[in-house]
């Protein structure tokens, strides 16, 4: 339990629970709801104990509890009250709440019961777009501010994939369509973010289309061989981080010249990459989703 974080400041709980400092501060001296350590220069330290009770607060007032009566609860009422308005009410926000927990606390057991029990009520689908997505996204950007390190956001990150490359081993027992369209699902060169590339084969398998993963930072030249073995090929690809933003539109055009020029070809693309270039004018057999689920809407 050596790696556990135990002590987080202010703007760490801020990152965390969505619940501006300012309003922490208030709850603090108004209802005694948290009791930060000090220290000689009065900066706030909070305990894990701490970040844990904000979360169950944060849930309850989002559910329509107002913060006055969440201070009267006693201490070992809120975590009560969390679980009883969780099962009536929407589980993927306690859902997400308790994966953070077991990635701040490299805790494997409660992800897996979280997960169990989401499974209980929703399909893997559901469970990635409701809960694992939205997580996600938060995670990147708690990792951006230094809020968690690389090593909690890789604890999560594979966790997920092993239930995505689950899922997809699953689906090998399913009758396949006849192979007429071929997916292609790569990351570019230096892009190793595949989750949301690995999902999208899952989608794309669970519909019964052939699909060839070939994962992170493959070369677009080595891509060229698949025109020998496939007629109809669509590519998909995630720009998460790379190419860089001055390089997307050449990478681009460049994949056009050397891999679209047969008939029936193509190339999909999503990633926050393109949120940075002008995508107005790309090429014919080119074309760009702003989420997984648009993509996967046209298959």
Known sequence: MNNIKVNFSIKDLENLTGIKAHTIRIWEKRYNLLSPERSETNIRNYSLLSFQKLLNISYLNNNGLKISKIANLKEEEIPIK???????????????NALKMAMINFDQVLFYSTYNNLLENKTFSEIFYSVFLPLLNEIGLLWQTNTITPAHEHFLSIHIKQKILLNIERLQLLEPKPVSKTFV???????????????????????GYHTIFLGESVPTESLSDLLEFFDDITFISYFTVNPQTDKVLDYINNFNELLLNKDNTKLLLLGKKLEEVDINNLPEK??????????????
């Open 286 to 299: 080119v074309r760009t989703f702003k989420s997984i689920e648009n993509l996967v809407k046209e298959f």
């Open 82 to 96: 969390v679980r009883e308005i969780a099962s009536r009410a929407k589980v993927e926000d306690h859902a997400i």
């Open 185 to 207: 699902l790569f990351l570019p060169d230096h892009e190793i973010h595949d989750i949301g590339l690995l999902f999208i084969n899952y989608e794309l398998r669970s519909k």
